[in-house]
């Protein structure tokens, strides 16, 4: 695990060999090659194959156990423990992407590079307080702060790893340079049941 802070946010990173999941992902879209997994929800603005419509029945939430149970102890959590409350796979191929959006009401969410190699794109979050800095502090050092002073990140990653972030942070995945699949596990993590489905804010 690595900690880190993105714009003074805190950002969880650990790694988890992806074979099974990249298999029953390659077996999924081999059987829904000529058509999407399911429809994109409504307000998605985008082109992806997702199944993000079934993450509720958060099939793969046992391949993730000693992740949640590290990320636990990672955050101190006292009397609760962290799970994984939905997840669903998103294949992106060519000029396919994902516009900007968040997963709140979610308390953490986490994106998994199943399939990825050096043709795709990382997931590119977005400064939530870059408009102000901008403002406020552009003829400062402080603004010269990439932390601070930079309108996005994309973190460097390879296959396995995972990203872990809170929900309110806003990302997006740009247009592919590859034509192989770039796969991955969404998914979204609480403490008490509740509901976390993905809301779209304009």
């Known amino acids: 695990m690595k900690h880190e802070l993105i714009f003074g946010v805190p950002i969880f990173r650990y790694h988890l060999e992806s074979n099974k999941i990249k298999e029953i992902a390659q077996e999924k879209f081999s059987v829904y090659n000529e058509y999407p997994i399911n429809e994109a929800p409504p307000g998605w603005q985008c082109s992806l194959r997702t199944e993000f419509n079934t993450s509720k029945e958060n099939v793969y939430q046992d391949l993730y156990s000693g992740v949640m149970d590290q990320f636990t102890k990672d955050l101190a959590l ?12 998103n294949y992106y191929i060519g000029s396919e992407n994902q516009e900007e959006h968040d997963h709140l009401p979610g308390f953490y969410s986490g994106i998994h590079f199943i399939k ?9 979050f977005v400064n939530p307080i870059y ?4 403002f406020m502090y552009k003829d400062m050092d402080l603004y010269k702060n990439p932390d601070f002073g930079s309108q996005h990140w994309s973190p460097e990653v390879k296959e396995g790893d995972i990203i872990i972030f809170p929900s309110f942070l806003r990302h997006l995945v740009a247009p592919q340079k590859s034509d192989e699949h770039r796969i991955t596990l969404a998914f979204n993590i609480n403490t008490i049941k509740a509901s976390t489905r993905r809301v779209f804010q304009d």
């Open 116 to 124: 990825y190699d050096d043709g795709h794109t990382a997931t590119r």
């Open 131 to 134: 408009q102000l800095y901008s």
């Open 78 to 89: 006292e009397n609760c423990r962290a799970y994984i409350d939905e997840s669903w796979l």
